[in-house]
């Protein structure tokens, strides 16, 4: 069986606090993008192996990748699965924010379910899902609608309306911008957006329309022409939680954007009434999304850029770029480095 997987953005991404268990409470939009996808083959097979088509696979150990960890997290409970063969075609890019590796796991998951019939419904193929990521679990309904066909991804990664994926050669030339629609024409409904929280795995379908807006996906690029790429480690390293922002031992981060610089407001935040310092309050991420796209610049915020922006100069910058070019918003994705902006078709 060969699948083809995508990607997603994250529209806002507010770190709420850390837990006992060493991961943060978040709050995202989880909204799909077809613009990257990764190809998956898989095939019984004596013994468990892998190959992965990647110029920079060497990065990782084969056996570590998240789709091997898939097959094993199911193996645990179903002995009878068998070994399998997997060949990965790794097209979305690594260390951007865009969930590449996630999805990997959530369809390969989808795909042993299919393929020796395990019994497994959506919901608890999530449930596994969150077992191996944060976002992993979002992924696996972008897996179910991708096999009923209601978006444009086919199983045997053919057909029309299945998009067509940049190389990684492309990034490394910087022709690494990709317009993809919001919702893909002849596909019906979908997967729509999905707002995340907990670790990210707790999800609720999020009614919004974007259908005005295309979607522009690029990675930046370093000064040898090479990607940029945040691990999730490094991102989270320099986060402050939310909860700390009005503690007096904590000093009030910024958030490094491309349009301009302001102070992550602190207090009471369930409402826009300004504090005594004169500044505005910010909306919770669910009634500031509700607004209109054009006035979400400042007010729908990714937490990360505050730390990861100054490490890695190229995302500001690309930020700034894309309302040059007439975006109503972007952002950067995720941990990044992926920065998206949405235009009006």
Not at 44 to 67: A, C, Q, R, V
Not at 270 to 275: E, F, G, K, L
Request: net charge negative.
């Amino acid at each position: 069986m060969t699948v083809r997987t995508c990607t997603k953005v994250n529209v806002g991404l507010n770190v709420l606090r850390k837990r006992p268990d060493g991961y943060h409470d978040l709050e995202t939009l989880f909204v799909p993008y077809y613009g990257y996808s990764d190809t998956i083959t898989v095939e019984p097979s004596k013994y468990l192996t892998i190959d992965i088509d990647h110029p920079d696979y060497t990065l990782w150990d084969p056996f570590e990748d998240l789709t091997v960890k898939a097959w094993r997290l199911l193996k645990a409970d179903f002995p009878q699965l068998p070994a399998v063969s997997i060949h990965l075609v790794k097209q979305a890019p690594v260390g951007a924010g865009l969930g590449g590796g996630s999805a990997d796991a959530a369809f390969m998951l989808r795909a042993l379910n299919e393929m020796f019939s395990l019994g497994l419904d959506t919901s608890a193929l999530a449930d596994y899902a969150a077992r191996l990521g944060s976002d992993c679990a979002f992924f696996v309904y972008a897996a179910a609608a991708a096999y009923t066909k209601t978006i444009p991804l086919r199983p045997q990664g053919t057909g029309e309306g299945s998009p067509e994926t940049p190389s990684v050669a492309s990034l490394r030339t910087g022709s690494n911008t990709k317009t993809i629609p919001l919702r893909p024409k002849g596909t019906g409904e979908g997967l729509a957006a999905m707002f995340a929280t907990g670790r990210g795995e707790i999800l609720e379908p999020f009614d919004i329309d974007l259908s005005a807006y295309e979607l522009q996906v690029e990675v930046p690029l370093d000064s040898e022409g090479k990607p940029v790429a945040v691990s999730t480690r490094e991102a989270y390293a320099g986060i402050v939680p939310r909860d700390l922002w009005t503690s007096p031992a904590v000093a009030k981060p910024e958030q490094h954007r491309s349009d301009r610089l302001w102070p992550l407001r602190t207090g009471d935040r369930s409402d826009a009434a300004p504090a005594k310092d004169g500044l505005e309050r910010p909306l919770p991420l669910r009634e500031a999304l509700r607004l209109p796209a054009e006035q979400w610049r400042g007010l729908v915020v990714n937490d990360f850029e505050a730390s990861v922006c100054p490490q890695h100069p190229e995302i500001p910058s690309l930020i700034a770029d894309f309302y040059r070019r007439g975006a109503v918003y972007a952002s950067m994705s995720g941990s990044g480095s992926a920065v998206f902006g949405l235009f009006r078709k």
